[in-house]
């Protein structure tokens, strides 16, 4: 059981992580259509997001500890599944999102698009899975 003024990070976190895919979709569509500063604020706006996203969520499992999974049988079985390469993911974007961001504002486009053809769909995953290991962990098969 979760006390009660940790309660609110869970679906705060995972709105964070909603939010931030919300906004990469949004980016990526700006870009393909060459609104350069339309791309530019969606992207910040995610970096913004991811960045609040892991103080809160490192803040909350400080505080609060581990959450366990009480999903059985199948169910746990995909709980991991998901999760794993989400977890390993999470670790693997941080410095991608850095360099791409930084290519990016320094205007280096032909380094940025080589590498956020693989930040982006990575970072999609890690956001998505993020708000699905909430639903799983918190409205699926809550703790009591």
Same mark, same amino acid.
């Given at each position: 059981?979760? #006390?009660?003024?940790? =309660?609110?990070?869970?679906?705060? *976190?995972?709105?964070?992580?909603? !939010?931030? #895919? #919300?906004?990469?979709? !949004?980016? &990526? ?8 500063? =339309? ?5 910040? %706006? =995610?970096? %913004?997001?991811? %960045? ?22 199948? $169910?746990?079985? *995909?709980?991991?599944? *998901? ?6 993911? =999470? ?7 850095? *360099? ?6 320094? #205007? &280096?486009?032909?380094?940025? &698009?080589?590498? %956020?053809? $693989? ?9 998505? !899975? ?15």
């Amino acid at each position: 059981m979760i #006390a009660e003024q940790y =309660a609110y990070f869970p679906p705060l *976190i995972a709105g964070l992580n909603g !939010t931030s #895919a #919300a906004l990469l979709v !949004t980016g &990526r569509y700006m870009i393909a259509r060459k609104r350069m500063a =339309a791309h530019r604020a969606c992207m910040l %706006a =995610a970096v %913004a997001c991811s %960045a609040l996203f892991l103080g809160c969520y490192v803040y909350f499992h400080a505080h609060v500890g581990d959450i366990l999974f009480l999903g059985q049988g199948f $169910w746990r079985k *995909i709980y991991f599944l *998901i999760l794993i390469p989400h977890v390993t993911l =999470a670790i693997v974007i941080v410095p991608m999102v850095i *360099i791409s961001l930084s290519r990016g504002l320094r #205007a &280096r486009y032909d380094r940025h &698009r080589a590498i %956020a053809r $693989w930040t982006y769909p990575l970072w999609m995953y890690v956001s998505v !899975t993020g708000v699905i290991v909430y639903f799983m962990l918190y409205r699926w098969f809550p703790h009591s």
